[in-house]
């Protein structure tokens, strides 16, 4: 969202082809595999079920990424990895 919002890195595509800036749904998951098959699933509706799908989950269409600007930062680098006996 931060690149979406700042226009930095974002490769061309359909954000950015609709110059598309507010988050007006989301869902959580740990699981990346999961997230991907329901982002394809998602792709595939038809336009009447996703918009039912915002409009149960909000229903006035805020922008749900304001606020966060503030907090979010964009890494100037990557934090190190830790290893699980916590050895860097």
């Avoid at 991907?36 to 922008?63: A, C, S, T, V, Y």
Wanted: glycine content about 6%; aromatic content about 12%.
């Amino acid at each position: 969202m931060f690149e979406h919002k700042h226009k930095h890195k974002v490769e061309k595509g359909f954000s950015q082809k609709y110059n598309l800036m507010k988050l007006v749904y989301y869902e959580v998951t740990n699981d990346i595999e999961g997230a991907i098959k329901r982002e394809k699933q998602l792709k595939n509706w038809h336009r009447d079920w996703k918009i039912n799908l915002i409009n149960q989950f909000n229903p006035g269409w805020m922008d749900l990424s304001e606020g966060f600007w503030g907090m979010m930062k964009p890494a100037k680098e990557m934090p190190k990895q830790v290893r699980h006996d916590n050895k860097i």
